[in-house]
Structures are given as structure tokens and as C-alpha cells.
């Protein structure tokens, strides 16, 4: 059985930066593609990145991080990261570590994801 726990998760000011991690368990981790997901108070759940599977070569961010967010992975640790920068008070979110039950990129569709961890961007 797949699992995802995710952890980074906490409070920063505006223009901070923080780093989520997610171990997954439970399968190759490294013929699967990873991606992050968020979900802001109130509002429906939304793709922030993803990277592909094996070395990760072709990622995917959601407009709105360009420039801002990086997401990588490291194979040997079965760990996916979500580096963030320059953030705002709209990341606020709970983000969600996700990934499809076939190899490919979790864009608009997952199939299993974690418990979530807490960001929020507040002075």
C-alpha cells in the first residue's frame, strides 16, 4: 500500500522561505512520478508542481510559483521536496504530497496523497 507523509509544513513571514518533504513507502518510489498539491481556507484543492519519474528531468508548476517554488526529488531517500521562496500570504494552504497509481505526473489527478502539512504566510 502507498503512503506519503509529508512534513515542512509551519508558520513564516512574507517573503520567507520553507522546505517540504514527503517520504513515500510502499512501492519503487523512483518509477513514479511525484507532485504537490494545496489547498487554500475555503477554496478547492489546487496542483502547485510535479516532477517525473526516475531521474525527474521534466517538472510542471502551477503559474502562480514559477520562479518561486522547486520541486525535486531524491530517489535513494524515497523523498519528494517542495522548496519554497519569496512566499505570500496566498500560499497560505494546506499542502498535500500526491502521486497517480500509474508512472505518470500528477497534474490534474492523483490517486493516493498524504495527510497534508500546514503553510502559512503571515506577518
Known amino acids: 500500500q502507498v503512503q506519503l507523509v509529508e512534513s515542512g509544513g509551519g508558520l513564516v513571514q512574507p517573503g520567507g522561505s520553507l522546505r517540504l518533504s514527503c517520504v513515500a513507502s510502499?512501492?519503487?518510489?523512483?518509477?513514479?512520478?511525484m507532485g504537490w498539491f494545496r489547498q487554500p481556507p475555503g477554496k478547492e484543492r489546487e496542483a502547485v508542481a510535479a516532477i517525473s519519474w526516475s531521474d525527474g528531468a521534466i517538472t510542471y508548476y502551477a503559474d502562480s510559483v514559477k520562479g518561486r517554488f522547486t520541486i525535486s526529488r531524491d530517489n535513494a531517500k524515497n523523498t519528494v521536496y517542495l522548496q519554497m521562496n519569496s512566499l505570500k500570504p496566498e500560499d497560505t494552504a494546506v499542502y498535500y504530497c500526491?502521486?497517480?497509481?500509474?508512472?505518470?505526473?500528477?497534474?490534474?489527478?492523483?490517486?493516493?496523497w498524504g495527510q497534508g502539512t500546514q503553510v502559512t504566510v503571515s506577518s
Open positions: 510502499g512501492r519503487t518510489f523512483s518509477s513514479f512520478g
Open positions: 500526491v502521486t497517480r497509481r500509474d508512472s505518470g505526473m500528477p497534474v490534474s489527478a492523483y490517486d493516493y
